[in-house]
Nanobody
């Protein structure tokens, strides 16, 4: 049973833009949804979270990334602009049932497989 599927990862040059899409099963679409990323050799980190209509961003994403959702399509998006080489990594979406402690990865119940984003200088 696949609950979260990411798409949209690609290789782009620095300064470029990408839009990632996470499609969620009806069971979990109403959950808080987050985008996380893992760069080579580094720990996974939170990027952006959306709970209902409220959005939150990591410092590295502030001003460049936008998270949004489309209820009719059960999709959550991560619009990334002015990409930098340090944005390279595997981007995964995840879902948790409540709005508390949104940056705590251990509380996210469901995870997608991830999509690769590579930004070249």
């Amino acid at each position: 049973q696949v609950l979260l599927v990411e798409s949209g990862g690609a290789s782009v040059e620095a300064g470029g833009s990408l839009r990632l899409t996470c499609t969620a099963s009806p069971k979990i679409y109403s959950y808080c949804m987050g985008w996380f990323r893992q760069a080579p050799g580094k720990e996974r980190e939170g990027v952006a979270i959306i709970c209902g209509a409220e959005t939150n961003y990591a410092d590295a994403a502030m001003g460049r990334f936008t998270i949004s959702r489309d209820g009719a399509k059960r999709e959550v998006y991560l619009e990334m602009d002015n990409l930098k080489p340090e944005d390279t990594g595997i981007y995964s979406c995840a879902a948790k049932p409540g709005p508390d402690d949104i940056w705590a990865q251990r509380l996210y119940t469901y995870w997608g497989q991830g999509t690769q984003v590579t930004v070249s200088s």
